[in-house]
């Protein structure tokens, strides 16, 4: 399994967020299905819409980690948890954009402030850089995150976990870490 996590940050609420369906119009709908035609979409087009949304919570917000679970080969994910900060308000708004609804939740007690680099590349890229590095995985998902790096999660064995990080910006290779049992 590969994840990609964004701040070494994942979770999951218990508590059901408000939905907000992305349908509409007819146009609209268009527009939605381009974006998750098929309900896998990259960090980018989740991020697009979700900034949308937080923009409505706090004009001055700003991205501060992206993450998800399950990301195909590909790049692309059924899910992704974006947490954008406002300075003004002071605390930080969760959006998770999941199979083109999105979700919202004030995340309040989850004090991410430092801004993602601009410019920083899609996951699609990402995988094509991170995943070759990560060899031989026994599950063809990854985990992805997002903060002042990429963060890719290969699973490489039973209890074995190998990370890769990246420049958010340009993708040059930062470094690998082990983590498990038995390396």
Do not use: H
């Not at 300075?87 to 969760?94: E, V």
């Not at 094509?128 to 963060?151: H, M, Q, R, S, Y």
């Not at 039973?158 to 690998?176: A, H, S």
Request: charged share 25%.
């Amino acid at each position: 399994m590969v994840a990609i996590v964004a701040g070494g940050l994942f979770f999951l609420s218990k508590n059901k967020p408000a939905t907000t369906d992305t349908g509409g119009t007819n146009s609209q709908q268009s527009q939605d299905s381009t974006i998750f035609g098929n309900k896998m979409s990259t960090a980018r087009k989740a991020y697009e819409v979700a900034l949308a949304e937080a923009k409505k919570f706090s004009s001055d917000c700003f991205l501060a980690n992206l993450s998800t679970v399950n990301v195909q080969p590909d790049g692309t994910s059924r899910t992704w948890f974006i947490i954008f900060y406002s300075p003004a308000k002071g605390t930080n708004y969760k959006v998770n954009v999941v199979e083109g609804k999105v979700e919202l939740t004030d995340d309040s007690n989850k004090k991410k402030t430092t801004p993602v680099p601009e410019n920083w590349i899609d996951s699609d890229e990402v995988a094509k850089i991170a995943i070759p590095k990560c060899g031989e995985v026994i599950e063809n998902e990854f985990f992805f995150d997002l903060d002042t790096k990429w963060t890719v999660k290969c699973l490489v064995g039973e209890n074995k976990t190998l990370y890769v990080d990246l420049n958010p910006q340009t993708g040059d290779f930062i470094k690998t870490r082990k983590a498990g049992i038995g390396w």
